[in-house]
């Protein structure tokens, strides 16, 4: 944290994107294609918003992030290392979707965060002194410290995904890719794994978080990635993540509410507002112009699309 | 006092009651795996479809742990392909394959009846194992514990979490190989002591016995294995008294401790149930 400021420095240095997917065609053996031609590269130090419908290839494209799918056609990079490689380095850190995890698999809060670990112990995964404190100052962080004797099915949905963050933390992956992060959780864990992020982010280290949480994309995503089997659009949140684009991502499957002129208010003020939502966190656009307010109300801070 | 030791007196009996606690330790370290994904009843399968097997060993003249092994492995391959190719479920798929197997042996033993004692294949048949079954079995039984030993918590990330497993650099896949291997070993192994029909209890009870004492998976093995090894060498014991089956024996033992950790357990027994849900009532009122 005291190091923020050289980190950021030291990362512009490096020219390797720390993501790089070219051309990535992935069809399943059943002829399904999940996607197609799909190419962005995101740098280090950084937060990029995965966004998209349900089926629109978000979990294969994390699939082949993580080398469990070959793309057909196309390559992955990582630091500029091929996928298989890079996961020996330790520099992809993964957090589950909630339902992705057995709740009743017999491990305490600690055991899931000390596997955050084995990728830097030996042949035998022993715990040495640096992997406890890893373990411990992971758990500070997230404030979890107090529910480490916990069994993993004891706790809130919130308090679980703190959990796998801190296991993230405690393997120190540059790369950090959330799914879902969000869902089935309050608004103080939200705010809290958000400001967590933030940290991270200063720290160099890119994550890539796939949501439906469109609401709060502009609060905390400096980069967004919009699929829909294919690429729609790829950058900064204030160029790409505008009205056009999600009605191209979401087509019909978006909520959208119009409410202009005498209807919404009384006053001078001309402009209309569009609700944009699939069920969680809407997000509203003031006028016709991608002029990003979030719903509840607080401006788009300028620094989150530096 | 000294009838009691009697048992101790006999070679065939010494031998017996080594290789039960062996083969029982070795079992219960994979029943705290396999029960975790639901998977308890690929131990059953994995039993029976050994048996063609050890029918094909013995009328070829092979050892017949190098048949069972075969066709254990033949069997876990042919569940994995079919499950991967088709959308059936699991429990479609472990009967499918199993019985298939199962049914080959039986026709075969049936077609070849002097070559194999069905029954020894069924029942097991600890109290007259020869030394080189013996040999065998504890070879198996001592080179599988090595590699579990080593390689428990990899396998434990592997049955917990592929994608993070996979993050810190592990290869699920080829783990999982590992242990339907080890697991196809084992079950061989166990066929000796307690027969195809009873080897389900020995990869399954204590692990689902230890499960319900504690929620860390690193006392669970202990609990497990200590269990599986006890119960095993105490029924070969006890069965010398009771001139019974070994098997049935040792499972039976192991179903009485799963029923005591059923009722007595601190926190996943009856009774703490019972007694939590009265404390939220008393604090609701």
Same mark, same amino acid.
């Given at each position: ?72 056609? /196309?390559? =992955? ?5 091929? !996928?298989?490689?890079?996961? $020996? +380095?330790?520099?992809? @850190?993964?957090?589950? &979707? ?116 469109? /609401?709060? =994309? ?5 980069? !967004?990635?919009?699929?829909? $089997? +294919?690429?729609?659009? @790829?950058?900064?949140? &204030? ?68 | ?285």
């Amino acid at each position: 944290m005291l190091q923020r400021v050289d980190d950021r420095t030291a990362d512009a240095v490096s020219v390797v994107p720390a993501i790089e997917v070219s051309h990535v065609t992935v069809s399943y053996p059943n002829g399904h294609q999940a996607l197609r031609d799909v190419t962005f590269s995101l740098d280090a130090g950084g937060i990029c918003g995965l966004v998209g419908i349900n089926g629109s290839g978000k979990s294969t494209l994390f699939k082949t992030l993580m080398g469990f799918i070959r793309p057909t056609t /196309g390559q =992955v990079r990582l630091n500029g290392m091929p !996928v298989a490689r890079a996961l $020996k +380095t330790n520099i992809v @850190a993964y957090v589950p &979707q909630a339902e992705d995890v057995d709740w009743n698999f017999p491990v305490l809060v600690e055991d899931v965060v000390m596997m955050g670990r084995y990728g830097h112990m030996g042949f035998l995964r022993i715990a040495s002194r640096a992997d406890r404190d890893a373990v411990d100052s992971a758990l500070e962080r997230v404030g979890m410290s107090a529910f480490r004797k916990r069994q993993i099915g004891e706790l809130s949905g919130g308090q679980k995904k703190r959990v796998f963050l801190a296991r993230a933390l405690a393997q120190e992956g540059r790369i950090i890719l959330l799914d879902e992060p969000f869902t089935g959780v309050d608004v103080t864990t939200e705010n809290a794994i958000m400001e967590l992020m933030r940290e991270l982010r200063d720290n160099g280290h890119l994550m890539l978080v796939s949501t439906h949480n469109l /609401g709060s =994309v502009p609060d905390f995503c400096d980069q !967004v990635v919009l699929i829909n $089997k +294919t690429l729609l659009a @790829a950058g900064p949140t &204030q160029t790409v993540f505008t009205q056009a684009n999600l009605e191209k991502a979401f087509g019909g499957v978006l909520r959208h509410f119009q409410l202009v002129g005498a209807n919404l208010h009384d006053d001078d003020d001309p402009r209309g507002v569009t609700v944009l939502t699939d069920d969680e966190r809407p997000l509203v656009f003031y006028g016709e112009q991608s002029n990003l307010r979030h719903a509840t109300g607080t401006p788009h801070p300028p620094e989150d699309a530096a | 006092m000294t009838e009691l030791l009697v048992p101790f007196a006999y070679d065939y009996m010494l031998k017996a009651l080594w290789v039960s606690a062996l083969v029982g330790g070795v079992c219960a370290f994979l029943s705290a795996f396999l029960m975790l994904r639901g998977w308890s009843l690929m131990g059953d399968a994995l039993g029976h479809a050994v048996v063609p097997g050890v029918a094909m060993a013995y009328m070829l003249g092979l050892p017949y742990a190098a048949g069972a092994f075969v066709t254990g492995l033949l069997a876990a391959g042919g569940m994995a392909f079919v499950r991967h190719v088709t959308s059936l479920r699991e429990d479609a798929v472990i009967g499918v394959v199993f019985t298939a197997f199962f049914a080959a042996g039986v026709l075969m033993a049936s077609i070849n009846p002097i070559a194999v004692n069905i029954q020894s294949i069924v029942l097991g048949n600890i109290l007259g194992i020869d030394d080189n079954d013996a040999l065998q079995v504890a070879i198996i039984s001592a080179v599988s514990l090595l590699v579990l030993l080593a390689k428990w918590k990899d396998l434990m990330l592997v049955f917990f979490d592929e994608s993070h497993a996979r993050a810190v650099g592990i290869n699920p896949m080829r783990l999982k190989i590992l242990f339907f291997t080890l697991l196809a070993a084992c079950t061989v192994a166990a066929l000796q002591t307690v027969g195809a029909c009873l080897v389900i209890a020995m990869v399954v009870t204590p692990g689902a016995t230890a499960y319900l004492l504690t929620d860390r998976f690193g006392r669970l093995l202990v609990i497990s294995v200590s269990m599986g090894t006890v119960t095993s060498f105490v029924g070969a014991y006890v069965s010398y008294f009771l001139d019974g089956a070994t098997g049935g024996v040792i499972v039976v033992l192991q179903t009485l401790l799963f029923l005591t950790a059923f009722v007595f357990a601190p926190r996943h027994g009856i009774l703490a149930q019972r007694r939590s849900i009265a404390t939220a009532r008393e604090q609701a009122v």
